[in-house]
């Protein structure tokens, strides 16, 4: 899958298995999608409103009565990229199957156009129900995907075919159905994150406020499409980086020194770390006493991307841009001079996005093409970022 968008509608039924589509729907946000929960009125009585909205980070809504202005039924349906309903109970497969519409959800899948996975869970009794073989059939007739339950225990001693399926299972099938690919097998993709940290004596320094969390999550969508990665960390904490390899810095210098030894063997570098744009040009090897904190002489650091451009080969590289204003006219002007293929900007007036999980801003690339982003996911602009460099690799 590659593309501007992975908006994604994951419909919630009205079964005890509601509960684990919690940890489906962080598998599905960990590989880069945008998330809106619809679950059925009944399904509130397992899984609240609340815990929804908290995990996805958006409203919830199970009416077409909710939010009436905005049209929900449509304007819902429009902007997804694909349907998952998990867990779907028979009578919601019914009502689907039927074409009803009682409630948002069952709305919204007559109004989509889009791929739509079912997955259903129920006691074996009711998935063998000839009513709920003859609504499957016409349900996989009609092109929507319906898996198949697993077998095994459920509610109380019972055992059968109704299970609900491990996230992993769901994440495989959806996979088949949305075209995903480990597009990135065979490729090293760099990564440097977080920001540096220039010594002013051994107590203190001269830094940024960047949090490292979109060199984080750029790191775990390559790892995921396949990329052997390598990450170059400045100030932030990557012990959850299972399968990254990690070169931790502190200072500008450092991460050139990385940057030179790892930059010519990979084939896409991001670089996402904020570095800091000057040093003190003299290092007090005791600490500075307060009074005598004066004047602090500064330096320009390393021209790291402009470094690296000078001995780029076929390397994709992408770099990053917080501005405060004239965003395109700035990132456009950083892209030629830094010899970029694709750079992202966001405004940062007043600490925007620093330490968020999400961000907006607008994705530039060297043929002209500009994205804009309304806040979207830094899991789903990392992935954004490497559709773009897919493309250019060939």
């Not at 409103?49 to 909710?66: I, K, M, N």
Request: glycine residues 8%; charged residues 20%.
């Amino acid at each position: 899958m590659s593309g501007a968008s992975r908006e994604l509608v994951l419909g919630v039924g009205a079964g005890i298995a509601a509960y684990k589509s919690c940890d489906l729907l962080r598998r599905l946000q960990d590989r880069g999608y945008s998330v809106t929960v619809v679950p059925t009125p009944s399904s509130l009585n397992f899984v609240g409103s609340a815990t929804w909205a908290a995990l996805s980070g958006r409203p919830v809504s199970t009416q077409v009565w909710e939010n009436v202005h905005e049209v929900s039924h449509i304007s819902i349906a429009r902007t997804a990229d694909f349907f998952l309903i998990a867990p779907a109970t028979a009578d919601l497969i019914a009502r689907i199957a039927w074409g009803r519409a009682d409630d948002l959800l069952t709305s919204l899948v007559l109004a989509a156009q889009v791929p739509i996975l079912i997955v259903p869970a129920m006691h074996p009794s009711m998935w063998t129900a000839p009513a709920t073989v003859a609504n499957v059939a016409l349900l996989r007739e009609r092109g929507f995907t319906v898996m198949e339950p697993e077998i095994g225990r459920l509610t109380g001693s019972d055992i059968g075919q109704g299970r609900f399926p491990e996230s992993s299972a769901i994440i495989k099938e959806f996979d088949t159905l949305t075209g995903f690919t480990q597009d990135l097998l065979g490729k090293r993709v760099l990564v440097t994150g977080g920001g540096t940290r220039e010594a002013i004596d051994p107590v203190r320094f001269i830094g940024n406020r960047s949090s490292g969390k979109q060199a984080l999550a750029v790191a775990k969508a390559a790892l995921l499409r396949g990329a052997h990665v390598q990450l170059i960390a400045a100030s932030i904490d990557s012990s959850d980086l299972l399968g990254v390899e990690v070169t931790h810095v502190e200072s500008a210098e450092e991460m050139g020194q990385a940057l030179s030894l790892q930059f010519p063997t990979c084939d896409i570098l991001v670089m996402a770390a904020a570095v800091a744009d000057a040093k003190p040009r003299h290092l007090h090897s005791e600490k500075i006493k307060k009074n005598q904190l004066e004047v602090i002489e500064l330096e320009p650091t390393p021209d790291l991307l402009a470094n690296l451009s000078a001995i780029k080969t076929n390397q994709i590289m992408i770099g990053f841009a917080a501005e405060t204003s004239e965003l395109i006219a700035s990132a456009s002007a950083k892209l030629i001079a830094k010899g970029l293929d694709v750079i992202y900007v966001n405004d940062v007036s007043g600490g925007a996005i620093f330490g968020k999980d999400t961000t907006q801003g607008m994705i530039i690339s060297r043929t002209g093409a500009h994205i804009a982003l309304k806040e979207v996911s830094k899991d789903a602009l990392a992935n954004l970022l490497l559709d773009h460099a897919v493309r250019q690799l060939g």
